[in-house]
């Protein structure tokens, strides 16, 4: 297929609340060096698409300043000095640094990976950020192990509810908390043994009570918290000795007091990362190893993309109206005409 010149894509008028979002025409990018353009058949919804809505999250320096972190669709060109693994056609999911909300995207050839077999194309578009986020920060390098009780925060969240099925698939035992009694009973039904609705008691604080329970005496070994805030010395409490606390986003604040003493008792591991702003090399290293260790959970059911809901590239507004509300349970995306 020849590939046209223009293409419709998702642009920002101005800093500000969904409305800014509109529908316009622009230059099909051109893989540079090392890089693929891919036709783009659906791409994932994240929290930082609308930070960077907002004017809060730029880009980084080169790259796209369209909104949108990964992508799925069929490889359209190829870009010098590219390796012989991807050929024209190929279908496959991508990570990005930005551009995602357009009918073409152009990215590194390294953070593209096959679609796992028995997963459709378009909802191959939730994996890449969702499955990276994850391996980056659980396994790899390795902090979660078979047989240790795992808290996820956020359990019916894009991010939530992989880390379930991937931490359930590899053999840990897995609690998680939800806004809803509904979102809980879905985390159940991805594989979590406990979940805990942090909005029903009168007591915020009541939830970190009922996972010391699950926990026992033993204390919870791992976090995966994507809340910071006031939630911070509540893990830290919660966590057992030798306990890992891992951050990958601060919804309740970025700014938390810390007693030392406690992590020297505990001799506890406190840490957290972004993978937006990671070099080329680490990204294409990380997709090199989920296609090796997570695909086959994919190809098992052991592991699926959660679809909450679809939109089409021009109702972009309204897909993320549905993530700012809170109700989704999985990953929103768009598809592409």
């Not at 880009?59 to 949108?68: E, K, N, R, V």
């Not at 991010?159 to 009973?185: H, L, N, P, Y």
């Not at 606390?245 to 604040?253: D, N, Q, W, Y």
């Not at 070099?279 to 994919?298: D, G, H, I, M, Y």
């Amino acid at each position: 297929m020849a590939i046209p010149e223009t293409m419709r894509f998702i642009e920002v008028a101005t800093p500000g609340g969904p409305e800014v979002l509109r529908l316009t025409t622009g230059s099909v990018p051109r893989p540079g060096m090392g890089e693929v353009l891919i036709r783009n058949t659906a791409a994932g919804l994240n929290r930082a698409d609308l930070m960077q809505r907002r004017g809060q999250y730029p880009p980084p320096a080169g790259a796209s300043t369209i909104l949108g972190m990964e992508v799925s669709g069929h490889i359209a060109a190829i870009g010098p000095e590219t390796s012989s693994r991807w050929q024209v056609g190929d279908a496959v999911c991508a990570l990005l640094a930005g551009g995602g909300y357009a009918e073409y995207s152009a990215a590194p050839e390294g953070q593209c990976m096959a679609v796992p077999a028995g997963v459709a194309i378009r909802d191959a578009a939730a994996i890449p950020e969702a499955v990276l986020t994850v391996w980056a920060n659980l396994f790899e390098p390795r902090r979660l192990f078979s047989g240790e009780r795992f808290l996820v925060q956020g359990g019916a969240s894009g991010i939530g509810s992989m880390a379930i099925q991937m931490a359930r698939a590899f053999g840990a035992r897995v609690a998680t908390t939800a806004g809803s009694d509904e979102k809980c009973a879905f985390c159940l039904s991805l594989g979590a043994e406990a979940a805990f609705n942090y909005r029903t008691s009168s007591d915020p604080g009541d939830w970190s009570t009922e996972v010391a329970r699950w926990a026992q005496q033993h204390g919870v070994d791992v976090i995966l918290d994507m809340v910071g805030g006031d939630y911070f010395s509540k893990h830290i409490e919660l966590l057992a000795s030798r306990g890992r606390l891992v951050h990958i986003a601060t919804s309740h604040g970025s700014q938390v007091t810390l007693d030392l003493r406690a992590v020297m008792q505990k001799r506890l591991l406190v840490t957290g990362s972004t993978l937006r702003f990671r070099a080329v090399e680490e990204k294409s290293a990380l997709a090199r190893s989920v296609e090796t260790e997570v695909w086959p959970l994919f190809t098992s059911g052991q592991v699926r993309p959660i679809i909450d809901r679809v939109f089409q590239l021009d109702q972009a507004a309204d897909a993320q109206r549905w993530m700012e509300s809170g109700q989704h349970r999985g990953k929103i995306l768009l598809s592409m005409p």
